[in-house]
């Protein structure tokens, strides 16, 4: 591990390329990326593509895409499939120390011996058979065609930790199988190439879903039999649905990209995914700065997280609300909204996703006619007759409704809902202070008047 990797924190997410993310996998990247935020380290992407089978590129891309929606760039990004070599290394160096040893039982054999285990009230635990044979029923084996899978011998003891969510944690490995950790047709499981990776490239910390706990004292035996000393886990509790069904991957429960898909705030995700499940409020943020500035593990419940897809829509509204010109304005030139800072500060707060933006930037820049009832048509003739000369600021549309109602004698909703319904054809929309500057004054005009404005 090098000097500099040793002087911070350096944290990693792990997925596997085998379908879209949802937001239980962002939870994930997210904590362990703001937290290398947070406190200067580094965020690396490892991508657990081993199982060549179900790893895809295109789910590769969709994860990077899908991270940099949320904001996340990996400061260093790996491949396990490229990192194969270290992997046997390990394994090599295990076996000489007797503790990666081969085993010939079928699925089918290793079933039938769970079975009968549950039906004498034992735990479904390996007996670690293989250790028992002889050289010559491994050649017989062998000689049936039989290729072993190789299982790490555990030290049969107490692994304890301290866990930064859970607190002080201890496994008894004795009541564990040995894993196995090569397959029988010599590809890696999940295992060892993870223990590798997190200690070739230094990991210092790894926060990951409580589904994980087991296999923590199953790591650290490995990372010490590698002459090595495993990072600190952290186990976050996982987000289900209300319902408290798990997400998934293979069902596509609320993935990033239909989350993205829908309009939703990668910043509204990224504040729920976070702090649902935690003694936090859910709430608003302007950046992941900010986000980075609130997570707390320790704040984690160790209760099961309910994610409610119904909160994520009011929470993008508010975000929409309070977010600044300046963190919108390419994407609001991108969706043909270059109205800029004014534009954005009249609208803002009447957005529920920010495409809609777009409908308003059309009401004050294209032409359109609105509402006009029979009985306002003369008020509104008189109000346009009120309107003051350009140029106009804010303060146009306060001394306007003032001359219009000295003018007319209407006040209340008499006033100003007849003038809302002509100007913008909407019952309900931004401030028309704010507004009436943006349309111009032979827009609203015209538009006074029943004509296209």
Not at 20 to 41: E, P, S
Not at 416 to 435: S, V
Request: a negative charge.
């Amino acid at each position: 591990m090098s000097e500099q990797l040793s002087s911070r924190p350096v944290l990693r997410f792990a997925p596997s390329p085998t379908g879209l993310i949802h937001v239980g996998n962002a939870r994930t990247a997210l904590l362990n990326a703001l937290l290398a935020k947070r406190d200067g380290g580094t965020f690396i992407l490892r991508f657990d593509d081993t199982d060549t089978a179900r790893s895809r590129p295109e789910y590769e891309q969709a994860i990077v895409e899908d991270l940099e929606w949320l904001g996340l760039r990996a400061d260093q990004t790996f491949r396990q499939s490229a990192r194969l070599a270290l992997y046997q290394a390990a394994a090599e160096k295990l076996k000489a120390a007797g503790l990666l040893y081969p085993a010939y039982e079928t699925e089918e054999e290793l079933e039938r011996k769970r079975r009968l285990q549950r039906a004498r009230g034992l735990p479904p635990v390996y007996d670690r058979a293989a250790l028992k044979l002889a050289d010559d029923e491994r050649q017989k084996l062998e000689a049936e065609g039989r290729k072993p899978h190789w299982r790490f011998r555990l030290a049969h003891r107490l692994v304890s930790w301290d866990d930064g969510v859970r607190g002080p944690q201890q496994v008894d490995t004795a009541n564990l199988s040995d894993p196995v950790l090569v397959r029988e047709d010599g590809s890696f499981l999940y295992t060892l190439p993870s223990v590798v990776d997190d200690l070739d490239m230094g990991i210092t910390e790894v926060v990951r879903g409580e589904d994980h706990v087991t296999n923590t004292a199953v790591q650290i035996e490995i990372a010490e039999a590698l002459g090595g000393v495993a990072p600190r886990f952290s186990h976050h509790n996982l987000l289900t649905l209300p319902s408290g069904e798990g997400l998934s991957k293979r069902l596509g429960h609320l993935s990033l990209r239909a989350l993205r898909e829908e309009g939703q705030e990668a910043l509204a995700v990224a504040a729920t995914a976070v702090l649902v499940g935690t003694s936090q409020a859910l709430r608003p943020v302007e950046s992941l700065d900010e986000l980075a500035g609130l997570v707390d593990l320790a704040a984690i419940s160790r209760a099961p997280a309910r994610f409610d897809p119904e909160d994520v829509g009011p929470l993008t509204a508010r975000t929409l609300h309070g977010l600044p010109y300046t963190a919108v304005c390419d994407r609001l030139a991108a969706a043909g909204s270059a109205g800029g800072a004014a534009f954005w500060e009249a609208v803002r707060g009447n957005l529920t996703r920010l495409d809609e933006a777009r409908s308003w930037w059309a009401l004050c820049n294209s032409p359109a006619r609105g509402i006009i009832a029979p009985e306002d048509a003369d008020f509104c003739s008189r109000a346009a007759e009120e309107l003051p000369a350009e140029p106009w600021d804010d303060n146009t549309y306060g001394l306007w409704i003032a001359a219009v109602k000295a003018s007319t004698g209407r006040k209340g909703k008499g006033l100003f809902h007849p003038l809302r319904l002509a100007l913008t054809g909407r019952e309900n929309g931004p401030e028309l202070a704010r507004l009436l500057p943006l349309m111009g004054r032979a827009r609203v005009a015209a538009r006074l008047k029943g004509e296209m404005g």
